[in-house]
């Protein structure tokens, strides 16, 4: 959902975003949850140990279920799902739809409709450990960029005012996302002095520019296990 001019957007990301916890661990729940439901009835029944290895959650174990079953009432509480709680049994987790407002999923048709939209998450995130690592801004600013983006090997921008009406992320979340993204290798951001409007006397608009680079990470991490043979298992996903 868009908003007016100097305004933030109030969209599902922010609000997964501010309501709490800088793990990434429901970001990357609801985007396993997405891949998990992509059938009708668009539900799934897992333990939160095994959740938790699917996340990749680092250790002590004793934590996992309560980090799991956190992240799940926030998505719970986004109307991003639904859960059902059965007594002695793993919770039915039902997606709903991707706008928060609490109505039944419908998986994206690749229509022209603005409110149709869908981006792919590519598989490689999921096989290389940089994706693990992130944090909350990491993710979001990874989300958005991918949703954002005109073509894979083009470097992408916004304004500010625009960024604040599409995206709504706070500045410090924007900056610190982006700082992640770059350590993790997976981000080129630099400043690019972007062509004027033809005909205007102004001078030609700095801008900062992203580039994701998902797979050539994912492929060097491969090449590393193969050498040393070490890593963390990983979890192929795909949206």
């Known amino acids: 959902m868009g908003a007016g001019t100097g305004e933030h957007a109030e969209t599902p990301l922010k609000r997964l975003v501010t309501s709490g916890g800088r793990d ?22 897992i333990p939160a140990r095994l959740w938790a ?6 250790p002590p174990v004793e934590t996992y279920s309560r980090r799991v079953n956190g992240a799940v009432k926030r998505l719970e509480d986004a109307n991003l799902i639904s ?22 999923y419908r998986p994206p048709r690749g229509s ?10 590519p598989i490689e995130l999921w096989q290389g450990d940089s994706f693990y690592q ?28 625009q960024f604040q009406r599409r995206i709504g992320l706070a500045p410090t979340t924007r900056a610190r996302g982006v700082k992640q993204l ?11 002095r972007l062509p004027s409007v033809p005909g205007s006397f102004a001078n030609d ?25 070490k890593g963390k298992g990983s979890a192929s996903a795909g949206r």
């Not at 429901?26 to 029944?45: F, G, H, M, N, Q």
């Not at 992130?134 to 090997?153: D, H, S």
């Not at 770059?182 to 690019?192: D, I, N, Q, S």
């Open 134 to 161: 992130l944090g909350t801004p990491g993710l979001a600013m990874l989300l958005a960029i991918l949703a954002e983006r005109n073509k894979p090997n083009e470097p992408m921008w916004w304004s500010i005012s």
């Open 182 to 192: 770059r350590e993790a290798g997976l981000l080129t951001a630099e400043r690019k």
């Open 205 to 229: 608009p700095v801008r900062q520019t992203y580039l994701l680079h998902l797979g050539e990470v994912a492929t060097r991490r491969r090449r590393k296990r193969a050498v040393d043979g």
């Open 112 to 121: 022209k409709d603005p409110l149709d939209r869908w981006v792919r998450v």
């Open 83 to 104: 859960v059902d709680r059965r007594r002695g049994k793993p919770s039915v987790v039902t997606l709903l739809d991707e706008s928060g407002d609490g109505s039944p």
């Open 53 to 58: 290895e699917l996340l990749g959650l680092e």
């Open 24 to 45: 990434g661990i429901t970001l990357r729940l609801y985007l396993a949850l997405l891949w998990k439901c992509s059938a009708s009835p668009y539900d799934v029944e």
